[in-house]
């Protein structure tokens, strides 16, 4: 009965990889959205003051570091809870694959989150003046927030692996 129990209970790990394969519609889901910031883009850049084009420019990268966000959090993930990916010899291999365990993601992560939040951020102080003041405080009191847990996360993480 227990090997049963841990046979079931290791077997189950590949109920995530639908989802990480779920991932992988957002990405295109993301992509879609991408192209179709740049269509809007193309069509107004003679009609768009610079800061307007700033703004969407910082868009642009945002939905581009989700999509690089996304790309980590699904191959990873599978990695260290599902199952190696086998890549065959003839064929590119990112060189973070197979080297970053769920801690190192963690950190990823965390600092992913913030770069999106700082570009957040940054765009709201482009458009400063029709942003009301309380709501711009807690912009910047969420984004430091952030900051402040993902370095709590990676300084825990390095106490405890000194230990």
């Known amino acids: ?13 590949w109920v995530l990889a639908p989802i990480y394969l779920g991932l992988s519609l957002a990405v295109i889901a993301l992509g879609i959205k991408f192209f179709e910031e740049i269509f809007h883009l193309l069509f107004e850049i003679f009609s768009l003051s610079e800061a307007e084009m ?9 939905l581009a570091m989700v999509g690089g966000l996304l790309i980590m959090v699904m191959m990873s ?9 086998d890549v065959e010899d003839g ?3 990112l060189n973070w694959l197979g080297t970053m365990d769920s801690s190192s993601l963690k950190a ?33 009191i969420i984004h430091m927030t952030f900051v402040l847990s ?6 825990l993480d390095t106490k405890i692996k000194g230990k």
């Open 54 to 62: 700033i703004l969407k420019i910082l868009s642009l990268v945002d």
């Open 91 to 93: 064929e590119e291999k």
């Open 1 to 13: 009965m227990e090997r049963f129990i841990e046979k079931s209970i290791y077997r189950s790990r």
């Open 150 to 155: 993902a370095f709590l996360m990676g300084y």
């Open 108 to 140: 990823k992560i965390a600092a992913s989150i913030v770069a999106i939040s700082s570009i957040h951020l940054l765009k709201k102080f482009m458009e400063v003046e029709s942003v009301n003041v309380e709501h711009l405080m807690w912009y910047v």
């Open 77 to 85: 993930g599978y990695e260290n809870f599902v199952s190696r990916l």
